[in-house]
């Protein structure tokens, strides 16, 4: 994996990424409404990949991390991630566990028809600086960083649509270096072109519009000028499912975007998720 | 007088024959939509003391169970556990038939 990557200049990119609770049953790329069945568990198994070029370099980063997520009650579930990373930057290299984040997630309303539903529910994640920042590149960021946000949306045996808010507040962290606050909405649109039954394999493809903002970061302080901005991704994602096995695969493709000064832009991001839920 | 009472003891009889030996049960669920999420049902129902056989038509939003000899699932039982799965309990019915036997 060390030579994988090639030889190119790495950012701090993992802060900048917001994972959030995506759930089996929802998009990729921007978090669902849907919790797991009292008692249930998930396990999710993930892989993230990340281009971007700009201000004179080139960015790359490969995240894997493991996901599990607990049932308390049918609207109430709790979650952990640990990533692990690997990071080349200028000839340096790193790979070890990156910082673990906890999460919750509660659905406060939910409608149920024949063969839909409409749900919403709010999340708050925590992430820890539990990942190594004395390393070179840092494989963690060295701060604690809350997420929370809220999604809603609907699914049927035809269509779906989900729609989602997310704020990330970060704090200072290794370095003296305060990454900017950012925000998220997300539209998602999708079809299950074929109706399957319970016991087959079922087949639903989705669209999503994912927009990120960033506040600009903070050195000792000082605003740093080439940092923050928005990007806009369109994101086409295949979810494949069988009775307790699931992938899901996407990437986000931007289609418009305002950074502020010189710095990378993405290029595109990609991500593929192995889920198993008993 | 003896003759009504003949009958009503035999309807009654009839009647309580039926329901104990009632086999399977029909479950209809709303919010059924996917067959990733209606998983739940099937592992809290397979939990279930009694529980024999479950299928589930996802397009009908039903799920029929069938129980052991002798077994028997309450409306207050399948309406818990199709809470405890993420959905809502829209009818429940006894599906009549003799003991050991499916009801059709």
């Given at each position: 994996?060390?030579?994988g ?14 994972h959030?609770p ?12 849907e919790t ?5 568990t ?6 993230h ?16 991390f ?6 308390l009650?049918?609207?109430?579930q ?8 690997w990071?080349e930057?200028g ?8 910082d673990?984040t ?30 190594d920042d ?6 963690g ?7 929370a ?6 699914e ?9 808010g ?21 539209l998602?649109?999708?079809v ?9 394999p079922?087949i ?12 600009r970061?903070r ?5 740093v ?14 979810w ?7 992938v899901?695969?996407g ?10 000064g010189?710095?990378a832009a993405?290029?595109y991001?990609a991500?593929?998720?192995l889920?198993?839920?008993? | ?6 009958i ?5 009889l009839a ?13 209809v669920?709303?919010?059924?939509a ?12 397979n939990?279930?003391k009694?529980?024999k056989?479950?299928?589930i038509?996802?397009?009908a939003?039903a799920?029929t169970?069938t129980?052991?000899a002798?077994?028997?699932l309450?409306e207050a039982?399948?309406r818990q ?11 429940f019915?006894a599906l009549p038939?003799?003991p050991?036997?499916?009801g059709?």
């Amino acid at each position: 994996m060390n030579n994988g990557i090639g030889s190119c200049t790495l950012a701090v990119v993992a802060a900048l990424l917001v994972h959030t609770p995506s759930s089996a049953h929802g998009p990729l790329f921007s978090p669902a409404p849907e919790t797991i069945f009292k008692d249930g568990t998930e396990i999710k198994l993930g892989f993230h990949f990340e281009k971007a070029t700009g201000g004179g370099k080139q960015e790359r980063e490969v995240e894997s991390f493991v996901e599990v997520e607990y049932g308390l009650t049918a609207d109430w579930q709790i979650g952990i991630e640990l990533p692990y990373v690997w990071k080349e930057d200028g000839g340096e290299n790193a790979h070890g566990p990156g910082d673990v984040t906890l999460a919750t997630k509660v659905q406060f309303w939910q409608r149920d028809l024949p063969g839909a539903q409409y749900k919403a529910a709010a999340f708050l994640k925590v992430k820890l600086p539990t990942g190594d920042d004395g390393r070179r590149p840092r494989l963690g960021s060295g701060s604690t960083d809350a997420i929370a946000g809220l999604a809603t949306g609907y699914e049927s045996r035809r269509w779906y649509w989900f729609a989602s808010g997310v704020y990330r507040a970060n704090t200072e962290g290794a370095g003296n270096l305060e990454k900017g606050d950012r925000q998220n909405l997300s539209l998602v649109g999708g079809v299950r072109p074929v109706l399957s039954g319970y016991t087959e394999p079922d087949i639903v493809v989705m669209l999503e519009l994912n927009w990120e903002r960033a506040d600009r970061d903070r050195l000792d302080g000082v605003r740093v000028g080439d940092s923050g901005g928005w990007e806009l991704f369109a994101s086409p994602v295949l979810w494949w499912t069988h009775r307790q096995y699931a992938v899901r695969a996407g990437v986000q493709i931007p289609v418009g975007r305002s950074l502020n000064g010189n710095q990378a832009a993405t290029d595109y991001r990609a991500r593929l998720e192995l889920i198993y839920h008993f | 007088m003896l003759r009504a009472a003949i009958i009503a003891v035999t309807l009654g009889l009839a009647s309580a024959t039926a329901f104990a030996g009632a086999h399977q049960y029909r479950i209809v669920v709303d919010g059924l939509a996917c067959p990733f999420c209606a998983y739940g049902i099937e592992k809290k129902l397979n939990a279930t003391k009694g529980v024999k056989a479950i299928e589930i038509d996802i397009d009908a939003g039903a799920v029929t169970v069938t129980m052991a000899a002798g077994g028997a699932l309450s409306e207050a039982q399948a309406r818990q556990i199709v809470k405890d799965s993420g959905f809502t309990l829209r009818s429940f019915q006894a599906l009549p038939g003799p003991p050991g036997k499916a009801g059709n």
